[in-house]
């Protein structure tokens, strides 16, 4: 007589996708994606998550541990509204035989109606094609995963591997203590935002004010190349095929108010690092930081344009102006992840993408899961 695990291991290679209730879930999840557009606390768009649980929850019933099924399903909530899904399906092996998907969202970016040629808060359905916010990215991957525990929870097949699947709120934009950082007590993002720092005067006398924009702009040229002599690309990053090494960059300015034939006082220049995993964030934040205040210390040693535009100038009273930077980093401080190459899910996944689109190339990228590393060293 076979075995039940053996049995188990036949039905589960014979499963299929239930499509319909994919479909069902999915437009019901894309029905409820205008509450879930997410630009950040205190912002035009704060997502309600919860609203998307509720479609989750309605299709795990039947199959919940207090139903008289086999899965375990804890609904986590930091903030009102906006909660959080851990739902396991328990196999008989011990803590370190587990298989966790994580980096499921239940919040999604802000869509403009004008600018799409079908509604975008409703699942539409054109052949094999679905159109709808969230589809890919991620209520689609929050609908499949639903129906795979569902349908395990009918099959219960007899595992030995644990598997997890995590559904996390605000992942789309910072919200502290809302979602996984609050799962895991940790950050998420590596953004920061520099503050410069000059002397408000008439363009047509620069060489009396000390214009910010400028002071800001060259200090992060020479932030930028001390980042990336620091932190190259290096063989682990051409191993795991990253499509890009660790990169800083700006990617928003903004200046004080005042006229366009006035010298700046203040320029804020806002950007991400995007660290691949084979580097320290706490090494970078000292690097950067080091590099900014050695750039206070000495801010003449930056290069002005041309001859008038100087980052210390006399004060009037017999002493110096001199400009300066300030440094803050944002909410969230994201460690990269990287997976073992040789581990059996990532086979059996390039194999399964392989059976169905006829090659499959795998590749990595930076900043792609908000935690993933903190969720695995706590035990996801």
Known sequence: ?????????????????????????????????????????GTAFVPKEDLAIRHVLEVLKPYRVEN????????????????NLIVKYPGSGGADEQLTFAGSHLDVVPANPEAWTVDPFKLTIDGDKLYGRGTTDCLGHVALLTTLFAQ?????????????????????ANGPGVGVDGLVANGAAITWTLKAKGHRFHSGLPHKGINAIEMGMTAIERIQDKFYETFPACQQERDYKFITSSTMKPTQISCAPGGLNQIPPEATISGDIRLTPFYPVDDVKACIEAEIKAIND???????KGDFSKFVIPDGKGGLRK?????TWGEHLLTGIACDLNSPALKTLCDVIKDVKGVAEPYSLTGSLPLVAEMQSNGF
Request: net charge negative; proline share 2%; aromatic share 4%.
């Open 298 to 304: 000495d801010i003449e040693s930056l290069p002005t």
């Open 68 to 83: 008289g099924g086999v899965l375990e399903v804890e609904h986590i909530t930091y903030t009102e509204g906006r909660g």
């Open 1 to 41: 007589l076979r075995s039940a695990r053996a049995m188990s291991s036949d039905a589960l290679n014979a499963l299929e996708l239930d499509e319909e209730r994919f479909v069902s879930l999915l437009g019901s999840l894309i029905g409820e994606s205008q509450h879930l557009q997410n630009t950040g606390v």
């Open 152 to 172: 395990l929870g009918e099959l219960k097949p007899d595992l030995k591997t644990s598997l997890t699947c995590v559904f996390i709120a605000s992942e789309e």
């Open 323 to 327: 400009g300066s930077l300030e440094l």
